[in-house]
């Protein structure tokens, strides 16, 4: 089929910039640099961890990458046309080097009690080198230890404020009050936020399928679920279900 002047020119230049989009995959890297690439991944999707990359049918909204594959795509894993290039920045380097002085602390304290998951990502965050075998665990440090040092001073908080917290009544009683909250985590199962929450000195934990930042305060309507202990200290929490939340 004839082929004009203009279509050739335009197929030269797709396969040039295609060229361009593609480098030599790296497949051994310092472990600091990969670890600063993975704050940039981090930076760049709003300080979340996107597991699964997500397109949008709109034109105006980029494309989300999962973290790991940007931090494979930056070592010169395939790059698909709609791959946006970055760099680290100092700022990332910087906090590449605090989150290894965090997992430091893992082998002062032991590694032997840990999960594997945890165990594997804090060998492989303090190794010199590492392979690409390990980009993907790497790319999930940030988010982890961002979420690790909350707990950490969550957990002090709970035992030196809330350790002589008490259970609001028995199951199915109406809860009302105002409440701060304390902690929220996403539930991919459940499609929604697992709080923890204070109210008058007590703890209460729930399910909302709305995000609250920390230090939220809100008036809460609820029903008792169940009695239990908070997972990071053990101090008395009770649960809620039936829950509205109103603006104090």
């Given amino acids: 089929m004839f082929q004009t002047k203009e279509a050739f020119k335009k197929e030269e230049l797709t396969q040039e910039l295609m060229g361009e989009m593609q480098i030599k995959e790296i497949k051994q890297a310092k472990t600091s640099e990969v670890i600063a690439v993975a704050c940039a991944a981090y930076r760049i999707n709003k300080n979340e961890y996107v597991r699964d990359t997500r397109r949008f049918s709109t034109p105006e909204n980029n494309t989300l990458f999962a973290n790991k594959e940007l931090v494979k795509m930056y070592f010169g894993a395939y790059r698909p046309e709609d791959y946006i290039p970055f760099q680290p920045t100092e700022e990332d380097y910087a906090q590449a080097e605090e989150i290894r002085k965090w997992m430091k602390r893992y082998v002062l304290l032991g590694l032997g009690d840990l999960p594997e998951f945890k165990r594997d990502m804090v060998n492989a965050a303090l190794q010199e080198e590492t392979t690409k075998r390990y980009f993907g665990i790497l790319a999930f440090i940030p988010a982890f230890v961002k979420r690790d040092k909350h707990e950490s001073g969550l957990k002090k908080e709970i035992r030196v404020e809330?350790?002589?917290?008490?259970?609001?009544?028995?199951?199915?009683?109406?809860?009302?009050?105002?409440?701060?909250?304390?902690?929220?985590?996403?539930?991919?199962?459940?499609?929604?936020?697992?709080?923890?929450?204070?109210?008058?000195?007590?703890?209460?934990?729930?399910?909302?399928?709305?995000?609250h930042e920390n230090g939220t305060m809100k008036r809460i309507k609820a029903k008792v679920r169940s009695l239990t202990e908070n997972r990071l200290f053990g101090a008395n929490e009770t649960r809620l279900n039936y829950v509205k939340l109103f603006k104090v």
């Fill in 162 to 211: 809330y350790r002589d917290s008490k259970h609001l009544g028995k199951e199915k009683d109406t809860v009302e009050g105002v409440i701060k909250i304390l902690d929220g985590r996403y539930s991919d199962r459940w499609e929604s936020y697992n709080y923890t929450a204070v109210m008058d000195g007590n703890l209460v934990s729930f399910m909302n399928k709305y995000k």
